[in-house]
């Protein structure tokens, strides 16, 4: 059931006439949507002297929506998701990433650089998560677990042409995690647990750096997607994601893609999980 209240919720702010009134003409609009289908082959010599070969392929796809009423009230949103498959040689095929991210700001009349924002976040993945061991399947995750929903007040500040960081002094978080997947080492207490899911409620302080922009005529586009959140200065009470994304494209549809990821999530481990991808691909762009 709760996958569908947190749909009806999206839906709702999607719709809402509290933030912006429908009466109320478009002064500026500007979407963009982006898709690309890479892929790379790696060969590699393990610490045993045994050589693996496997291949990676990888669905990315974004949409950002900017839309400012003659009312100065103006939102911004994204949408972004992942799915990709690895290969070994002479075996299956293994998930290898997927998840998605829908962020929704609703801004208020700028005052100098400074912009009032009203934020709604949610992130999950699509599909199941399985663990295969020679004796056994064990599921360790699916659709909306793990999650995480972030709400809340903040202030943006504008720089380059398409990036903006906001610090939202007043955040609320539900944070969801499959049963198995909680570290030993974290010990705080959920709110609720579920059949196959433990589910904490946070209040604090989080930021979001977004960047997007083009460089030498569109040959080289530069993303970068980061958020921190925390209400104390603990290991177990602070949580980020860091996301960049580099890519050259030639040959109108050609592109180079360099990816790298940085995530600390206490519910699932301590440690910094860490991933570097080079890849090649095809990509489509849509920009009104």
Known sequence: MLPRYIILIILLLLDS????????????????????????????????NETQNYIHVKVYSEARFRKTKVSCWSHDHFVQTQLGYTSFIDSSWIKSSDAFKIHLRWMEKRSKRITHTYFFQLQSQWMNTWQQTSEQKTWKGGFMNPAAISMGYSFAFDFLENSNLLLAPATFQINIQPEQSTSIAFKERPLLKAKHSHIYSRYGFSAYLTIDEYFYKDFILLQHRSQLFFNAITAQQIQFDINNRLCFRFFKYVQLRFDTSVTYLPEQTLKLQYKQEVLLGIFYEYRK
């Open 17 to 48: 006439k509290f933030v912006i009134a429908n009466g109320d003409s478009v002064l500026t609009k500007k979407t963009v949507v982006r898709a690309d289908l890479s892929s790379s082959y790696t060969s590699e010599k393990t610490w045993w």
